[in-house]
Every structure is written in C-alpha cells, then in structure tokens.
C-alpha cells in the first residue's frame, strides 16, 4: 500500500556530506513516523535515526549523534538524512522505513514498510 524509494547514496569522501533521501508513493506519509536504518556487509541491520508524525521529534544513534540529522517535508511526502562529517565506518546500504502508528522507535520490527535501500560509501 505503501512504497519507499531512497535515493541521493554515492562514493564520499570522509568529513563529506550527503543527503539520503525517502520519497512515498501509494498514500501520503504525514501519519507515518520514519525511521532510517543501515546495513553493512556481514553486519545486522542497525538503527541510524527516526522521526515522529505527530509533532516531528526526533532520536538518532549515538554512533551519528551530532553529526546526522533527520526531517521531513509533509507536502512533499519525503523524508530526509543529511549525513555530515561523514566517516569509513559510516559505509553501509541506508534504508528508511514506515511505521503507520506515527511512533518514532529504534525497533526494526515496528516498522510496516521498508524501501529498497541506497548504497553509501565513505573513502578514508
């Protein structure tokens, strides 16, 4: 019901910056809390950061704490990571996520729908 493209990943350089983005299609996002999740290889997927509906609180992971941010634009139905001071340890495949009941959590299972994932490299 539900679909979620990321796009904006690439090859970066470290202390560079992108920004990810999550653009829905189906139904409008503006209940929906989002979350970002990564994963690098032979690693489990981890929480990078999420944001709620109702009022746009947010909560990021220690590891990007002050150097990630999260938002969203409700007329646009997309939501964004701008990644800055990016590190190697930073590479990974990004993915962001829906979760109809509008709660930002760091719980991969509350979330309802899931996109395809963009790849994002970070050189040393």
């Known amino acids: 019901q539900v679909q979620l493209v990321e796009s904006g990943g690439g090859l970066v350089q470290a202390a560079g910056s992108l920004r990810l983005s999550c653009a829905a299609s189906?139904?409008?996002?503006?209940?929906?809390?989002v979350g970002w999740f990564r994963q690098a290889p032979g690693k489990e997927r981890e929480f990078v950061a999420a944001i709620s509906w109702s009022d746009d609180s947010t909560a990021f992971a220690d590891s990007v704490k002050g150097r990630f941010t999260i938002s969203r634009d409700h007329a646009k139905n997309t939501a964004y990571l701008q990644m800055n001071s990016l590190k190697p340890e930073d590479t990974a495949v990004y993915y962001c996520a829906a979760d109809r009941w509008g709660k930002a959590t760091i719980d991969a299972s509350a979330y309802d729908y899931w996109g395809q994932g963009t790849q994002v490299t970070v050189s040393s």
């Open positions: 189906g139904r409008t996002l503006s209940r929906y809390a």
